[in-house]
């Protein structure tokens, strides 16, 4: 059955560095997804990706952050200069026609 | 804005006894309706899903949700609760016109007791 992945599974940082998290989409589909849970609270949208552009974002998505398809296959979120508050499990989505999400099994990242 | 309350943070129920999630939602438009489960550790999982048609829907594991447009809820139940069924359930609401993006209430974990 196919399925979304993400890497790595875990990032340590410091704070003030840049970090790229990757999702390799269900082959198929065309519009992608992050959000992400900060730990014990909800999952919050951050990001919609379709055609090579951003259709939508939240307002934590602020220029410290950047969402590419460099290649066909991936789909990265970068962090230009993380922040402690970045701290937290991301999950990539994919969605094709029929509405529904299917979720990677995250990144967490740890910002020290 | 759309927007998603989930009562009650826990749920503790004893294995076999009935399992009731609460889910109430706002939207200014028909909603599309979504349950997922998220396992320790792991990612989301679609149980159900609620876009057009019968308002009863059954997911995966035995889970089942009814949409009732009147009390602008998604409840989701279990007739019988098993062990395996301890997880944090997310209800979720997604509009066509906002890029389908998904917008998750606050989760309830359920304890399932032997």
């Known amino acids: 059955e196919p399925e979304v992945t993400q890497t790595p599974s875990h990032q340590v940082t410091q704070m003030g560095q840049e970090v790229i998290l990757r999702c390799v989409p269900i082959s198929n589909h065309l519009y992608f997804y992050w959000y992400r849970q900060i730990l014990g609270q909800k999952v919050e949208f951050l990001v919609s990706f379709y055609n090579n552009e951003i259709s939508e974002k939240s307002e934590i998505f602020d220029d410290q952050f950047s969402v590419e398809r460099p290649d066909g296959s991936n789909f990265t979120l970068k962090i230009r200069s993380t922040k402690l508050e970045d701290s937290a499990m991301y999950f990539c989505?994919?969605?094709?026609?029929?509405?529904?999400?299917?979720f990677g099994p995250g990144t967490r990242l740890t910002v020290l | 804005a759309q927007s998603v309350t989930q009562l009650g943070s826990h749920v503790s129920v004893s294995e076999g006894a009935l399992v009731l999630l609460r889910c109430n939602y706002s939207?200014?438009?028909?909603?599309?309706l979504f349950w997922y489960v998220q396992y320790p550790n792991q990612g989301l999982q679609l149980l159900l899903k609620?876009?057009?048609?019968?308002?009863l829907v059954k997911g995966i594991n035995g889970f089942e949700a009814e949409f009732k447009k009147s009390e602008t809820s998604f409840h989701l139940t279990k007739p019988s609760a098993h062990m395996s069924d301890a997880a944090e359930y997310f209800c979720?609401?997604?509009?066509?016109?906002?890029?389908?993006?998904?917008?998750f209430g606050s989760g309830t974990r359920l304890l399932v007791r032997p």
């Open positions: 989505a994919s969605r094709g026609d029929n509405n529904e999400q299917f």
């Open positions: 939207s200014s438009v028909p909603p599309y």
């Open positions: 979720a609401v997604s509009e066509p016109r906002s890029s389908y993006k998904l917008i």
């Open positions: 609620y876009t057009t048609g019968a308002t």
